[in-house]
């Protein structure tokens, strides 16, 4: 019997039993190369090489499982998926009230901001009416304060590039939406690389993307022990994809 028990002990501590164990990461169903996105069947950019690099170096067989933005913070809460990425600390506040996420470090740096016509950066804020942006996404303070006021309406889509195409027929004045993957769109799907520009004068945010878990936050120290030893590995990655670098 003790023989028994010291060789379950080996066989665990040796990582024998490690192999293929079953993570399902749930992502968003956009679109937002070069940080990550859905492309040819498959889960690509910075984000999902990163986290299929710590798979493969923890035993893990790894499943990117799309979701909508607003379910997908609710199948993290219910356990559905393992992890969620990307996420924040200030993303969707108002649905995670009472639920206990972890964060990982953050894994690539972003901004969201407010994309115009190239011909319209620096109007201001006092010049918009309608603001778009993709359905479930997070306003910074001062655009929520005038929506909240009537001041400016909201427009909602859950098509990165159908956003870009309302503001290109005026149909809103800009689209607060990740900055990098908007340009990205811009030139490669609608090939109109210099019709659109970020206005940095307008509210944005800049922040960073992390993984996060509810019902498993073992797994987020896991992800954040790997991250500390392998940023080599993951800089590397990212200079690959253009993505933006973390500041330690």
């Known amino acids: ?40 069947g498959g889960y690509h950019g910075a984000g999902a090489d990163i986290l299929n690099a710590f798979a493969t170096d923890n035993g893990y067989t790894i499943t990117f499982r799309p979701v909508p933005i607003r379910r997908l913070i609710l ?5 559905t998926v393992d992890l969620k990425f990307p996420d924040s600390p200030e993303w969707g506040l108002p649905v995670k009230k009472g ?28 010049s918009f009416h309608t603001l778009g942006t993709l359905s479930g996404f997070t306003v ?19 098509k990165l590039d159908q956003l870009l195409r309302q503001v290109q027929l005026d ?14 769109v811009a030139e490669t799907k609608l090939k109109q690389k210099d019709a659109f520009a970020y206005d ?23 992800l954040n022990r790997w991250m500390g030893t392998h940023k080599d590995t993951i800089k590397a990655i990212l200079v690959k994809w253009n993505a933006e670098i973390p500041t330690e």
Request: glycine letters at 10%.
């Open 1 to 40: 019997m003790r023989l028994w028990v010291v060789a379950l002990a080996f066989l665990w501590s040796s990582g024998a039993w490690a192999d293929n164990r079953p993570l399902v990461v749930g992502v968003e169903e956009q679109g937002y190369f070069p940080d990550y996105g859905w492309q040819d």
């Open 75 to 79: 199948a993290t809460i219910d356990g």
């Open 99 to 126: 639920a206990a996420f972890v964060y990982s470090n953050p894994m690539i740096n972003f901004v969201d901001g407010v994309v115009v016509k190239a011909d319209q950066v620096g109007r201001g804020i006092d």
């Open 140 to 158: 910074p303070e001062k655009w929520q304060a005038r929506i909240d006021a009537g001041s400016v309406a909201l427009k909602e889509n859950t």
């Open 171 to 184: 149909r809103i004045d800009g689209a607060y939406v990740s900055v990098k993957a908007a340009l990205y």
């Open 200 to 222: 940095p004068g307008l509210p944005h945010r800049a922040g960073s993307y992390r993984v996060s878990s509810v019902s498993h936050p073992e797994l987020i120290e896991e």
